[in-house]
């Protein structure tokens, strides 16, 4: 991090953007779902996603694109599946529903699949994996989002950064949790360099004539314009694969929006509702029991000797260590636990902006 930066405890953090919601409206349980999704992004070290998240949900909120008053209907259901509408609510309460339901049907058929329509940006989704690791079980979880991924040999934005997620118990420390986009970068890192001023990385994103672009401010710019996108896994052509990363986008799209009769590709740019901006997009959350196939305790033995194999494995040289998916962001946690979490100015500006406008006098922050 820059020396402008400043650290705050995340404990302040959490109850900052708890107060945040609760000022414009959201329900106080609601709220504290929200704010522990958005402490626990940044406490993994994925500073994309955490208090950086809160000024753009707070003028989504205040602009009526999302209810914040969040109303969950059930469309279809049965023993192991469920077909939920989120309304325009908030993502992270609906998420948190979703998963919860899923986990409730696997704890007692073995198995849980719950699709979710209407929804909207629900932070990180390892977090919702964390909710089945933590019961014992290996979560999945998709979700579409704002076209940002060209096909390939295409240079059109037409498929969301898309993550497909995963996560499963270990009888170590941590669990083990990939959670990451179907695109090399995301929107939320490209902001990320955009706040200080950092050019990014190449072979990362291009414009809508297949060249390479590295300033994320001109970035931002021209995906508002529909003129960049930000390349899948795998890059740019087939030459490295890039069909890979654009087939998973794929896959992640169908599981979020055809099995939920939801909103796909373009459509989740936006539309207008009565009058009303709305920014949808679809999830699918799935649970998956252990216990049901053979003891947890035997799984999370084999799980974490496939993880100290790994880790184990021969290394190349000059490097000093082999890590497993799960593993930094349970090592930065422990960090930032002890350190803090960073704020760079244009973070500052924006706590600043929300304490004020919602009179959150009782918070002393260092700047």
């Given at each position: 991090?820059?020396?402008?930066?400043?650290?705050?405890?995340?404990?302040?953090?959490?109850?900052?953007?708890?107060?945040?919601?609760?000022?414009?409206?959201?329900?106080?349980?609601?709220?504290?779902?929200?704010?522990?999704?958005?402490?626990?992004?940044?406490?993994?070290?994925?500073?994309?996603?955490?208090?950086?998240?809160?000024?753009?949900?707070?003028d989504r909120i205040k602009e009526g694109?999302?209810?914040?008053?969040?109303?969950?209907?059930?469309?279809?259901?049965?023993?192991?599946?469920?077909?939920?509408?989120g309304n325009c609510g908030m993502g992270?309460?609906?998420?948190?529903?979703?998963?919860?339901?899923?986990?409730?049907?696997?704890?007692?058929?073995?198995?849980?699949?719950?699709?979710?329509?209407?929804?909207?940006?629900?932070?990180?989704?390892?977090?919702?994996?964390?909710?089945?690791?933590?019961?014992?079980?290996?979560?999945?979880?998709?979700?579409?989002?704002?076209?940002?991924?060209?096909?390939?040999?295409?240079?059109?934005?037409?498929?969301?950064?898309?993550?497909?997620?995963?996560?499963?118990?270990?009888?170590?420390?941590?669990?083990?949790?990939?959670?990451?986009?179907?695109?090399?970068?995301?929107?939320?890192?490209?902001?990320?360099?955009?706040?200080?001023?950092?050019?990014?990385?190449?072979?990362?994103?291009?414009?809508?004539?297949?060249?390479?672009?590295?300033?994320?401010?001109?970035?931002?710019?021209?995906?508002?314009?529909?003129?960049?996108?930000?390349?899948?896994?795998?890059?740019?052509?087939?030459?490295?694969?890039?069909?890979?990363?654009?087939?998973?986008?794929?896959?992640?799209?169908?599981?979020?929006?055809?099995?939920?009769?939801?909103?796909?590709?373009?459509?989740?740019?936006?539309?207008?509702?009565?009058?009303?901006?709305?920014?949808?997009?679809?999830?699918?959350?799935?649970?998956?029991?252990?216990?049901?196939?053979?003891?947890?305790?035997?799984?999370?033995?084999?799980?974490?000797?496939?993880?100290?194999?790994?880790?184990?494995?021969?290394?190349?040289?000059?490097?000093?260590?082999?890590?497993?998916?799960?593993?930094?962001?349970?090592?930065?946690?422990?960090?930032?636990?002890?350190?803090?979490?960073?704020?760079?100015?244009?973070?500052?500006?924006?706590?600043?902006?929300?304490?004020?406008?919602?009179?959150?006098?009782?918070?002393?922050?260092?700047?």
């Amino acid at each position: 991090m820059l020396e402008e930066s400043v650290y705050v405890d995340a404990h302040t953090l959490e109850s900052f953007m708890r107060d945040v919601f609760i000022g414009l409206e959201v329900p106080k349980e609601d709220a504290g779902i929200i704010a522990n999704v958005l402490i626990t992004s940044d406490l993994r070290g994925i500073e994309s996603h955490g208090i950086q998240r809160c000024k753009m949900y707070y003028d989504r909120i205040k602009e009526g694109i999302y209810e914040a008053k969040t109303k969950v209907d059930i469309i279809k259901e049965g023993p192991t599946t469920a077909l939920l509408d989120g309304n325009c609510g908030m993502g992270h309460v609906i998420a948190y529903k979703a998963m919860k339901m899923a986990i409730d049907k696997a704890k007692k058929y073995g198995i849980g699949a719950v699709a979710v329509r209407n929804s909207t940006h629900f932070g990180i989704a390892g977090y919702y994996s964390l909710m089945a690791i933590k019961e014992g079980m290996i979560g999945l979880v998709t979700t579409n989002a704002r076209p940002s991924i060209p096909p390939t040999f295409g240079s059109e934005p037409m498929l969301g950064t898309n993550p497909l997620t995963f996560g499963a118990p270990t009888d170590e420390e941590f669990p083990y949790l990939l959670d990451c986009a179907t695109s090399i970068i995301q929107r939320g890192k490209v902001e990320v360099y955009a706040r200080i001023n950092k050019p990014l990385p190449k072979n990362t994103v291009i414009d809508d004539k297949g060249e390479i672009m590295t300033d994320p401010n001109e970035v931002l710019d021209q995906m508002l314009e529909r003129k960049a996108a930000l390349l899948p896994l795998g890059g740019k052509g087939e030459d490295t694969a890039g069909y890979k990363g654009y087939g998973y986008a794929t896959v992640v799209e169908l599981l979020s929006a055809a099995l939920q009769e939801g909103i796909y590709l373009q459509d989740t740019l936006g539309m207008v509702e009565n009058g009303q901006k709305r920014l949808k997009v679809g999830h699918f959350f799935l649970a998956i029991n252990i216990d049901n196939f053979i003891g947890v305790k035997s799984f999370e033995k084999t799980a974490g000797n496939i993880m100290r194999e790994l880790r184990n494995s021969r290394r190349i040289p000059g490097e000093q260590q082999i890590y497993t998916a799960g593993e930094k962001e349970y090592l930065a946690e422990i960090d930032k636990k002890n350190t803090g979490i960073p704020l760079n100015k244009s973070l500052q500006k924006d706590i600043k902006i929300m304490q004020n406008e919602l009179g959150l006098s009782k918070y002393k922050f260092p700047f």
